[in-house]
């Protein structure tokens, strides 16, 4: 008796593994899909105490529901001022150290173009030259992940 409670828990088991297999095997073609996204943004140019806005752009973007990123910059030439949505409306983004932007949704967009739009101040002790903005830490996701 024993014996066959043990064989049909061993099938039950097998066939629970079956069922997983194809979602599994998805999210890592998803996985894949996602990381191809690229991000950049605008070049722009202002001088010291002149405001300047910024466009964040995605390529390559076959389907997302959610994507967030770092923006790290020179605190003692910028500071980030606020932001506007873009091609995608609702993002969320932080204002003080350690900015990000989160956007989060729940239908899938392939939009690729700007997405949002970034406004900074060149702080008046800033010195003439460039510096960088970076979209650091990417993560994005479908609804599957």
Wanted: charged share 20%; hydrophobic share 45%.
């Amino acid at each position: 008796m024993r014996k066959i409670v043990y064989c049909i828990l061993a099938a039950i088991m097998v066939l629970s593994l079956i069922d997983l297999i194809p979602s599994i095997m998805h999210s890592q073609i998803v996985q894949a899909a996602v990381q191809d996204v690229v991000l950049d943004i605008s070049d722009a140019k202002a001088r010291p105490g002149e405001e300047v806005t910024v466009g964040v752009s995605i390529a390559n973007n076959s389907g997302l529901a959610f994507l967030n990123f770092t923006i790290q910059y020179d605190h003692e030439k910028l500071s980030l001022t606020g932001y506007s949505d873009s091609g995608w409306k609702g993002w969320t983004v932080g204002i003080g150290k350690g900015e990000k932007a989160v956007w989060a949704s729940e239908d899938i967009s392939d939009f690729n173009g700007e997405i949002l739009i970034l406004k900074f101040k060149v702080l008046q002790s800033a010195q003439e030259g460039t510096t960088e903005i970076i979209l650091g830490d990417p993560s994005a996701y479908d609804v599957d992940n």
